[in-house]
């Protein structure tokens, strides 16, 4: 795993503190539609309950945010509060080998206000010794890429009690950590107005047929699908060779089965989402080595048609994210709405904000956080993938999860079953699978 990040020159942010606009925006959406997301390992083998027990306790102790709570101050802004000696629930389900579904469903269940931690394991145990280990995040204490990390870094520790796990220091405020650029007012509203003009140049974007936006519940589910790693490695040579990358391939993938999903062959503008990472485009950047929100919401909007070549496609996607990452775009994100972490956290705060995000565009969504490393120790047990999930809220279709461990890629294609019925969802699954299927020949 790699080492901590050397920033000398600022230190670890402190608590109580008031909430980050990115960790306020998504602690408002939570409430709107369940923003939870669970990391996943699937393994075989002998896994000793007592000593994950253990492991848990020790990452607690090792990780800020994994010993803190949100709550209201005096003035109802959002606060994290430290929470020392409140320890991370546990629970063990035997199941058969659909764990997907009560894990979904257990992934929606809120963290309520003044609770601690903002993190809870899960474990189920199936036939033939096979087993699943999930983390289930409340998202404003986290995103994938730390999620995952410190899952492996649990299951180390599970299999080597007597290894010390490396105490994290915490992290300086992300926010204070933006290129001095994206923090000023003509950045922002520049950036409003660009927007605004790429998003009008196709027009409205289509609104997927049968999908039910005003559905009163949620019936969360997720498909997983493989890429083995003879089929990874062609994948990713025939992507070197068109000049993409493996996100725009999954991504171009992901629009064109919607479209065909239409039933018919008018061109039509989809949106498509990328939750990016902005570890790297920091005034000193970040390692993932603790739980931290450090990620952002990027847009782009594609014209699809019936003809349309799939690496031209796939080409674009990249292409679009690699430009709007550079231009700053992930930093001014935020900027597009009212300053989530002045909304306060009421009823009424949360309603405001409940209708500002009932104007957002229905989109989908792919996240990749890429290449995974290896566990850095042997183990009695076998860890065969690790994943994530997350619930698509009520303008996501589908929210497509991917990554890549010991060179095996796992995509959990979520959605939910009571906006988009899996007898509409899961054609359009099994044509993004064929799809990718094709590419790699």
Excluded at 78 to 107: C, H, K, S
Excluded at 111 to 121: I, M, Q
Excluded at 365 to 391: D, H, I, K, Y
Aim: charged fraction near 20%; include cysteine; proline fraction near 8%.
């Amino acid at each position: 795993m790699n080492t901590l990040s050397a920033i000398t020159s600022l230190q670890p942010a402190s608590l109580p503190r008031r909430l980050e606009p990115a960790e306020a925006f998504f602690w408002f959406l939570d409430h709107v539609s369940a923003m939870n997301f669970a990391v996943i390992a699937e393994g075989c083998g002998e896994l000793d309950d007592q000593a994950l027990r253990a492991a848990l306790r020790q990452a607690q102790q090792a990780h800020p945010l994994l010993r803190a709570g949100i709550a209201a101050n005096a003035g109802q802004r959002l606060i994290w509060f430290p929470a020392p000696d409140r320890r991370m629930t546990y629970t063990v389900i035997e199941t058969g080998p659909n764990w997907q579904t009560p894990l979904a469903e257990a992934m929606v269940q809120p963290f309520p206000l003044d609770s601690a931690p903002l993190v809870r394991a899960i474990r189920f145990n199936q036939a033939a010794g096979r087993w699943t280990v999930a983390l289930i995040f409340h998202h404003s204490v986290g995103d994938g890429r730390s999620g995952i990390r410190l899952l492996a870094e649990i299951l180390v520790n599970t299999a080597h009690p007597d290894r010390p796990m490396t105490e994290h220091p915490g992290y300086p405020s992300v926010h204070e950590l933006y290129p001095a650029a994206y923090t000023l007012a003509a950045a922002r509203e520049a950036f409003k107005a660009r927007r605004k003009e790429e998003l009008q140049r196709y027009g409205a974007l289509a609104e997927f047929p049968g999908f039910n936006r005003q559905a009163p519940t949620t019936q969360p589910r997720f498909q997983t699908l493989r890429i083995e790693p003879e089929q990874l490695q062609r994948l990713t040579e025939r992507c070197r060779i068109a000049g993409t990358t493996i996100h725009g391939a999954i991504s171009a993938a992901q629009l064109q089965a919607l479209h065909r999903a239409f039933g018919d062959a008018e061109p039509r503008a989809l949106g498509l989402t990328t939750p990016a990472d902005l570890r790297a485009y920091l005034r000193e950047p970040l390692d993932d080595a603790s739980p931290l929100l450090c990620a952002t919401l990027v847009t782009g909007v594609y014209r699809i048609d019936a003809e349309g070549e799939f690496w031209a496609l796939a080409r674009a996607v990249s292409d679009d994210l690699k430009r709007q990452m550079q231009r700053g775009d992930g930093h001014l994100f935020f900027s597009l709405f009212p300053p989530p972490a002045e909304f306060p956290a009421t009823a009424e705060g949360i309603a405001a904000f409940t209708r500002m995000m009932a104007m957002a565009p229905q989109v989908s969504m792919v996240s990749n956080v890429g290449r995974l490393a290896p566990l850095p120790e042997a183990t009695p047990f076998q860890v065969e993938a690790l994943s994530f999930a997350l619930c698509p809220m009520t303008s996501h279709v589908l929210f497509t999860a991917v990554g890549t461990f010991n060179d095996r890629m796992t995509l959990n294609v979520n959605f939910d079953a009571a906006r988009l019925p899996p007898e509409r969802a899961m054609p359009i699954i099994a044509d993004l699978e064929a799809a990718l299927g094709r590419a790699a020949e």
